[in-house]
């Protein structure tokens, strides 16, 4: 048997159903490559002994005939999800201790599959960041090194130890979630798959808040067909999140191959970036013409609010996150000051020891947004915004059936050549951000390398519960790609 | 509202009368089993944190769920009200810290209530109705309980509140005495425990007054308010806006300003305290709740609520005049739903209105009082009382045998018919039996028979004579009949 690391979400799924290989022994294969992969940081909590069990019990289904979705399959789980029994630490300090005596509604729709957890994958703390270097639990390396260079690179952020523990191929797949790009910006500089799905599609209840009319969870993937078949478990309707919507859930893998013969597919001028690496607009550009050459309609659109949606969400997103953020108080769990006398000692110590720079500067912004006299200007100005940005998607729409954009500005970068510079780091969720303030499905998939090997993306987007368009379009883009590059296993000692 | 400043509502200061102007905000915890973003119990007096779900609690990845009951409990609640119902309204955060409220938000409506404008009714001591507008209704959580006085060193908190739906009903400065700002809480408190929307127990906190007062020359601009938080009987409203309204008047007087800011009333000194200022106020940056969407509600809904409501205290009042009460009584009857509800049982048990009326009046209710009971913990049933009047209106018995009748079945109980049998107290209204006993009483007084002749008046001893005779069970009118036929007295006698 070859290298059970080496298959696909597909393939593993296909060979645990028809008993080539059991749960088990691609658990242990899955668990050794973890173990191996340390150095790369991509996970806070390894759970092997849960992992085991989990895949016995899936044996034992599959031996009974009861094989579910997901049977036996091995992933990582974003430290983002609470997970039952498991410490779930949003890449926090003041969550260091948390073990949440809950499931996830998405970890629990995975479970019910059959899935098996490998464990928790490192990410920026709160989910804020771009480069997971704002985990407390340091951060993760991309599993990519530019040609000829031995320099740490980030793996994106906020999903950076997903993105890197996919890329590594220490699990089959991993779950992730998206405020601005925390998905498909990791999955674009680490030549993986990811997808934020339609705001709704997937439940929130058991995520961690960081901005709450923003949050999605979606998956992290070698392939767009492994994108659409997890998607399909981790999506559901919940009468425990109110934001969640009542649509069926359709079979993603089933239409994946359909082609976008027919299909328009619209190219926004506004994403254009003046200082963007050429490489950004040649990939693009190629892309288009994949698609083209596959029977697709290119037509330029207009999404003229485009440039307002970056400063709109640097406001939305910290004052959501500056009230969410409100309940980690040091009172009833999580990270308490010692020697505290009074109650706004209490509050001050234990959230200043508690929060790393960046998510204290975040919840000062969106505190100070919020304020009197400051409330109209910012929160409500950026309201707007959103709006118009929402409506220039609805306006391009009624011309494509889908968007082609560049997934990131550039490749990943080399670990702290951003930290110091907010705007520069925040600049990464450019291509991204609108999605996320639209609520629309937004995808991300290896398009090419740079001159220097490191992976570039491309981003599609759907309308609103159209995830079906995007992945089929995700799909024609990674045939036409073919991407096949794969990183060194450098980390592994040898 | 109120045109004119009524003299008598007036306070006298030294340059001259002021008019007290006070707004009133109420919390009413919306009487339903689970709390409103979450399904913990709701039930009073639990152990501290035994209805406490993971949503209250606020922890990580937990979100909020609205339940539709409270909704229509506030929906009905506006509807009782003459409210307008916003068929769209938001749900914001109110962000402050607090170790008592778990997700330092609380979870309120600020920009757009679910209950828009109405009015309620009061009805004063002199029989003057007044009408308090109502600015709105909203919803939102209640917040925990910090426990001050458990340890030397720590406090602790108390989260079963947490989370419990509370209804905040705020007026428009309609009221202008102490004494209207009480009926108006009474008669509020009526209304939604007519409704079923809440307990009105404001012992347990289900409901809480914050006060507004100010105070100002009569028909001269609104003056600065102080808001006094927490008010929680009728008794302390009276007091604390009394000593309010002085203390405003006093520093008017003497030149002084008014300092707007919230204070609290120290039911033990009689008097409010300053708590925090204008300029201490917390900056709550309220905006929308982005883990619930706007409340959207169907019209038709709405009617269906509205075509449920109860009868209400007014209508039941207007109601109960038509059947021949006094405003005066009928406004007693329909203060408690109880007690409208007790009448109305005797009403329908076949007692006539006026006399149930007179009957539970002058009666029963004092019997109540003295002993300290409610209407509903009386011994004596609605059907009770209503067959003792049944047997006074048929001349069964007497009035005055009725109030002993209620005083044995009071105390031993019993079905009123039975006992009037088995204690012989059936009135005499046999005119044979009447006659032999007049009979008697004249033949034993000679001297007496002589002076009636020429002092009618007599005729009264000879009653009681008979009445003695006869252990109290004669009917009166048949042995002042009778009498006057033997003693030969003129009828206007």
């Not at chain 2, 007599?458 to 042995?479: D, I, R, S």
Request: negative net charge; glycine residues 8%.
């Amino acid at each position: 048997m070859s290298d059970p690391t080496e298959f696909t979400l597909a393939e593993a799924r296909d060979a645990v159903r028809g008993k080539k290989i059991s749960s088990v022994e691609l658990t242990q294969a899955f668990i050794a490559a973890m173990q191996a992969a340390r150095p790369l940081n991509a996970f806070v909590t390894e759970t092997p002994d849960r992992a085991l069990a989990m895949a016995k019990a899936s044996d034992a289904r599959i031996a009974k005939g009861e094989a579910g979705k997901l049977e036996g399959l091995p992933l990582a789980i974003k430290d983002l999800f609470c997970t039952k029994g498991v410490r779930s630490t949003a890449g926090s300090n003041i969550l260091g201790n948390f073990i949440p005596p809950y499931e996830s509604t998405v970890t629990q729709n995975l479970w019910d599959a059959g899935a098996v957890m490998l464990g928790k994958t490192n990410m920026d703390e709160f989910a804020m960041g771009s480069s997971n270097e704002t985990s407390y639990y340091k951060p993760v390396l991309n599993p990519w090194r530019a040609k000829d260079s031995n320099a740490a690179l980030v793996p994106g952020g906020s999903s950076g130890g997903s993105s890197a523990a996919v890329a590594s191929r220490i699990c089959l797949a991993a779950t992730g979630t998206d405020t601005g790009g925390s998905i498909r910006q990791p999955a674009a500089v680490t030549g993986t798959v990811g997808i934020k799905p339609t705001y709704g599609r997937c439940s929130r209840w058991g995520i961690v808040a960081f901005a709450s009319s923003l949050d999605q969870a979606g998956p992290m993937t070698r392939t767009v067909r492994d994108a659409a078949i997890l998607l399909g478990s981790m999506a559901s309707v919940d009468p425990k999140d109110s934001t969640s919507v009542d649509l069926p859930v359709p079979d993603y893998e089933a239409g994946l191959e359909s082609g976008v013969k027919g299909l328009r597919i619209g190219i926004p001028k506004e994403y254009r970036l003046d200082g963007a690496p050429p490489e950004i607009d040649a990939l693009w550009q190629k892309g288009a013409e994949w698609l083209k050459a596959q029977g697709a309609e290119i037509v330029e659109i207009s999404l003229p609010h485009t440039k307002y949606a970056l400063p709109a969400y640097y406001i939305v997103a910290p004052a959501e996150a500056s009230s969410n953020l409100a309940r980690y108080d040091g009172v009833r769990f999580g990270h308490r000051a010692k020697g505290t006398h009074e109650i706004a000692e209490l509050y001050e110590k234990s959230r200043a020891e508690g929060f790393g720079a960046e998510v204290r500067r975040r919840i000062l912004i969106g505190t100070y947004v919020l304020s009197a006299g400051y409330y109209d200007a910012y929160y409500i100005r950026a309201q707007k915004v959103r709006s118009l940005i929402a409506r220039d998607f609805e306006q391009a729409f009624a011309k494509c059936d889908a968007i082609l954009t560049p997934a990131t500005p550039g490749p990943a970068f080399p670990v702290g050549a951003k930290s110091d510079d907010p705007i520069s780091m925040y600049l990464n969720d450019v291509f991204t951000v609108t999605v996320n303030l639209a609520g629309l499905p937004g995808l991300a998939v290896p398009a090419g390398l740079t001159a220097n090997g490191l992976p570039l993306g491309l981003q599609v987007i759907g309308k609103a519960f159209d995830e079906a368009t995007v992945l089929k379009v995700g799909r024609s883009i990674e045939v036409a790609a073919n991407f096949t590059s794969r990183p060194e296993t450098w980390w592994r000692a040898p | 509202m109120n045109a004119a400043p009524d003299k008598n509502k007036l306070i006298a200061g030294a340059t001259g009368p002021w008019e007290i102007v006070i707004g009133m905000e109420v919390h009413a915890q919306v009487l339903s089993q689970s709390k409103l973003f979450s399904g913990a119990a709701t039930a009073f007096g639990a152990a501290p944190n035994a209805q406490v779900s993971f949503v209250d609690a606020a922890m990580p990845g937990m979100l909020p769920v609205i339940n539709k009951f409270c909704v229509e409990q506030a929906v009905r609640t506006g509807l009782g009200l003459k409210a307008k119902i916003n068929l769209e309204s938001i749900f914001d955060r109110k962000n402050y810290f607090y170790p008592d409220l778990p997700a330092g938000y609380q979870i309120s409506q600020y920009k757009n209530p679910i209950v828009g404008e109405g009015e309620v009714t009061i009805d004063l001591k002199d029989g003057e109705s007044i009408r308090v507008g109502i600015e709105r209704l909203h919803l939102e959580q209640d917040a925990g309980k910090s426990l001050h006085d458990q340890h030397p060193d720590h406090s602790f908190v108390d989260l079963n509140r947490a989370g419990v739906a509370l209804m905040e009903i705020v007026t428009k400065p309609d009221m202008r005495s102490s004494e209207e700002a009480a009926a108006f809480v009474r008669k509020l408190r009526a209304i939604v425990r007519y409704l079923g929307t809440c307990d009105g127990n404001m012992e347990e906190g289900s409901m809480r007054a914050d006060v507004n007062v100010s105070v100002r020359k009569p028909g001269g601009p609104l003056g600065t308010r102080c808001e006094i938080k927490n008010v929680n009987s009728m008794r302390f409203i009276v007091q604390a806006v009394e000593f309010e309204a002085r203390r405003q008047v006093e520093i008017l007087e003497a030149g002084g300003e008014i300092r707007q800011e919230t204070r609290l009333f120290d039911s033990r000194a009689g008097e409010t305290r300053s708590m925090r200022s204008k300029e201490e106020a917390h900056d709550y940056r309220y905006f929308p709740d982005p883990d619930l969407l706007p409340l959207v509600l169907d019209q038709a809904w709405v009617n269906d609520i509205a075509a449920s409501l109860p009868e209400l205290p007014d209508a039941k009042k207007a109601r109960f005049m038509e059947l021949g009460l006094s405003a005066y009584d009928a406004s007693v009857l329909v203060a408690e739903k109880e007690t409208a509800d007790y009448f109305e049982a005797m009403l329908a048990a076949g007692s006539e209105a006026k006399s149930a009326a007179n009957w539970l009046n002058n009666e029963y209710f004092g019997r109540l009082n003295k002993a300290g009971l409610s209407i509903t913990d009386g011994p004596v049933s609605a059907e009770a009382n209503s067959a003792i009047l049944a047997m006074v209106a048929d001349n069964s018995i007497s009035g005055k045998i009725a109030k002993d009748l209620l005083d044995i079945i009071w105390s031993e109980g019993g079905d009123p018919k039975a006992v009037v049998e088995a204690r012989g107290l059936r009135q005499v209204t046999d005119t044979g039996a009447i006659e032999a006993a007049v009979d008697a009483v004249i033949a034993a007084n000679p001297a007496k028979v002589e002076e009636v002749k020429s002092k009618p008046k007599l005729a009264g001893w000879f009653v009681g004579q008979v009445m003695k005779q006869t252990g109290g069970k004669a009917n009166p009118q048949a042995v002042n009949a009778v009498l006057k036929v033997r003693l030969g007295l003129p009828d206007d006698a």
